[in-house]
């Protein structure tokens, strides 16, 4: 079985500062690993994934991950937040193998204040 | 193009009643998943269709839930006799393909805006 640990139940961070929004996991398997951001009243949208190669993964609205296979970690960051990245992000993984469901952290809400 | 839709955005009901949420994935999409998003439970995962069959149902929390795809295309996810532990987020997300032997691992899976259903 897999698991998600996102260990920030919250962070809040000033505009213009740098964020980084924790993730460890844990699974038997080989997983592919994703992060996912949530707007206010709306569904689930791709910020990026890791299936293979680089560690460094870049994603969408200037974030980017690292996956560090020995820490079994895959961190969120952004050099320089802005206040339309308040938001909730999940980091999930599915198996490399077998059906695709995706298994969740419990979220992190960030809060970007000017 | 047009993104996964759901059907209705919220929905209230009494405890008791029976209710049906449905999913309208994108066009082509052969995989098709439905998840719940509550507060005591975080997102979990319900069942995965790959066309019309649903080979991983491990999710679904009781009997009372079932759920069924026609035409490779909308599904529809029914909750009968509804309890107030049923309240949640109810989100499907669709992906070109899935996993397991006929799909390609790793496809990104877009998800719809849900439908909140509340239990009095």
């Known amino acids: 079985a897999q698991s998600v640990t996102q260990l920030d139940s919250q962070v809040p961070v000033f505009e213009e500062a740098p964020v980084e929004l924790r993730c460890n996991y844990s699974s038997s398997v080989s997983v592919y690993l994703f992060w996912y951001v949530q707007y206010p009243n709306q569904g689930l949208q791709l910020l990026l994934k890791y299936l293979s190669g680089s560690t460094l993964v870049k994603g969408i609205n200037g974030f980017e991950a690292e996956f560090n296979k020995s820490q079994t970690s895959f961190h969120l960051r952004k050099p320089s937040v802005h206040i339309s990245d308040t938001a909730e992000y999940f980091c999930a993984v599915s198996r490399w193998s077998g059906f695709q469901k995706l298994v969740f952290g419990t979220g992190t809400r960030l809060l970007v204040s000017p | 193009g047009a993104g996964v839709s759901q059907s209705p955005s919220n929905k209230v009901t009494e405890k008791g009643k029976d209710v049906e949420l449905r999913c309208d994935p994108i066009s082509g999409h052969t995989a098709l998943y439905w998840y719940r998003q509550s507060l005591g439970q975080g997102l979990e995962f319900l069942i995965y269709f790959q066309g019309n069959s649903a080979p991983d149902k491990s999710g679904l929390p009781s009997d009372r839930f079932s759920a069924e795809r026609t035409g490779g295309s909308v599904s529809t996810l029914t909750i009968q006799r509804t309890q107030q532990e049923d309240s949640a987020v109810y989100l499907c997300?669709?992906?070109?393909?899935?996993?397991?032997?006929?799909?390609?691992?790793?496809?990104?899976?877009?998800f719809g805006p849900g439908t909140r259903l509340t239990v009095l």
């Open positions: 997300a669709s992906s070109l393909r899935g996993g397991g032997t006929s799909g390609r691992p790793g496809d990104t899976q877009y």
